[in-house]
């Protein structure tokens, strides 16, 4: 049965120097997906809904993302999907670039607030649907082995768990982190809404991974202050408002 599976997939060289190709390329498009994850979570306040939500998540992403690279071929002939896709990602870009600050001056929230656990775990799920139309039509015409493809998308998703929960730490480290994830987001959605259009205007997979990668160069270039007034030594702030009064 081995020899016939073997056989069946052509399996070796080849097969063996595309996998990894696969896992870079889903490695790579899923940095925006991750980021987008961990602001989406940033929506619950306890930090535990917040890691629950994206394991309950995930796995249900899992389970749409397999079934999206099983039924791909007759998925991607409806124009529609891929434009509900493309829709839903810019309506999140929209909705963070356009959402106020705190009176205080400080940024908030930006995206959906959730008042349960199970108001988030759908929005995940479907947000990583969405990064996976642009992922698994990569994949694909990179390989038409669906095991290897499934395999790929498999470590796909694991990587990506890592990355959000990396993610959810950095977005308060680095003042310009978020600002450059939902930037590349809004290139994934465009990028979407132009195969939709005219696909022969879609820019390459490796142009993608060279804008993402200088795009996020930015986000992490720059920490945040931290509070001075907290880390101030308690007998220094006592001595400064008695000289303030």
């Known amino acids: 049965m081995l020899d016939t599976f ?8 080849e ?6 190709v696969l896992i870079s390329l889903e490695a790579v498009l899923s940095a925006d997906n991750a980021i987008a994850l961990a ?3 940033q929506g619950l306040q306890d930090p535990k809904l917040q890691q629950r939500a994206l394991n ?3 796995v249900l992403a899992y389970v749409l993302r397999m079934t999206l690279i099983l039924t791909a071929t007759w998925v991607m002939k409806f124009w529609q999907v891929e434009l509900a896709g493309a829709l839903y ?3 999140l870009v929209v909705q963070y670039f356009t959402s106020s600050s705190n009176e205080d001056g400080e940024r908030s ?6 008042t349960s656990l199970w108001q988030a775990i759908p929005m995940i799920a479907i947000t990583d649907l ?8 990569t994949a694909i015409a990179i390989s038409q082995e669906i095991w290897l493809i499934l395999l790929g998308a498999t470590i796909g998703i694991i990587t990506l768990r890592f990355m959000a929960g990396l993610f959810i730490r950095w977005l ?6 978020e600002d450059a994830g939902y930037i590349t987001v809004a290139l994934v959605g465009l990028r979407l809404l132009v195969r939709v259009i005219n696909p022969q205007l879609v820019p390459s997979e490796w142009l993608m991974v060279g804008m993402i990668a200088l795009i996020f160069a930015w986000g992490f270039s720059e920490r945040t202050q931290p509070n001075l007034e907290v880390a101030a030594d308690p007998v220094e702030a006592e001595e400064s408002a008695e000289v303030k009064k």
């Not at 097969?15 to 990894?20: A, K």
């Not at 969405?130 to 039509?137: E, K």
């Open 56 to 58: 309950i998540g995930l």
């Open 39 to 41: 602001a989406l979570t």
């Open 172 to 177: 308060d480290e680095f003042a310009h982190l």
């Open 6 to 13: 073997l056989n069946s997939s052509d399996f070796g060289l």
């Open 15 to 20: 097969t063996l120097l595309l996998l990894p």
């Open 109 to 114: 929230h930006h995206g959906p607030r959730f």
């Open 89 to 91: 990602l810019l309506w």
């Open 130 to 137: 969405a990064f996976s139309l642009d992922s698994v039509t």
